[in-house]
């Protein structure tokens, strides 16, 4: 989206395609900005702010644990909102959007997309994949093989925690790490990632923290990085 008002204010002509019936949903994303997104010269609205984390605390599986200040304050976003706010930023630049469009091929500067059982084909000068870590469009483009991923499991869920403490548990997976992201006093977004078993571990950790009231899940995947694709 930022991409599409950059490309939108330089006088090209530039086509949003959104699978979903609308953008942002479903949420697949913890929600942190960190302040190195400040080179970007986005202008985050005050009311898609959730939370401003200050501090963050990293827990060993011994419970030891470090804390350190942020010199800058991480913002947890309402994701679903800002992917909004950043698409109607990119149509208000001159971008069109094409929601319940889905990407199905490319060949020799043509797409197809199906939209509601209809197949359309479009001539293009360019294509940015930005569909995800299973890119329909790097897998029509030959750029796929030998992707891995962690699977990541988040909830948002009622817990007393300190507002401005954003923390990480170190081995409640083999992998990777369980986080506790708040929104205030009382509700976080909590998950873990794994690259296999990620419904049990995310289970154990939840029992762990005695989670009780869970709000709602979520899940996406984290592609690991491989250096060899070109």
Not at 63 to 71: A, D
Not at 85 to 109: M, P, S, T, W
Request: charged residues 25%; aromatic residues 10%; contains cysteine.
């Amino acid at each position: 989206s930022y991409l599409a008002s950059m490309l939108a204010k330089n006088g090209k002509e530039v086509t949003l395609v959104e699978e979903h019936p609308e953008v942002g949903n479903p949420v697949q994303c913890t929600g942190i900005l960190s302040s190195s997104s400040n080179s970007l010269n986005i202008k985050i609205p005050e009311h898609l702010i959730v939370n401003k984390i200050k501090r963050v605390e990293l827990i060993s599986p011994d419970k030891n644990s470090l804390i350190f200040n942020l010199r800058e304050p991480d913002l947890i976003l309402d994701r679903k909102e800002f992917d909004k706010y950043l698409v109607n930023e990119a149509v208000n630049d001159g971008a069109n959007l094409l929601l319940q469009h889905r990407f199905i091929d490319y060949d020799n500067k043509k797409i197809l997309l199906r939209y509601k059982g209809e197949i359309i084909i479009k001539e293009i000068e360019a294509l940015v994949g930005a569909d995800g870590p299973n890119s329909q469009v790097a897998k029509s483009a030959n750029l796929f093989s030998n992707r891995r991923f962690w699977v990541a499991r988040q909830c948002r869920a009622k817990i007393n925690c300190e507002k401005d403490l954003f923390k990480v548990h170190f081995g409640v997976t083999p992998d990777f790490f369980g986080w506790i992201v708040p929104e205030n006093e009382e509700i976080a977004r909590i998950g873990i990632g794994a690259e296999y078993n990620s419904e049990l571990y995310f289970k154990k950790y939840l029992e762990k923290l005695n989670i009780k009231e869970i709000i709602d899940y979520q899940a996406g995947l984290i592609p690991i990085y491989n250096s060899k694709p070109k």
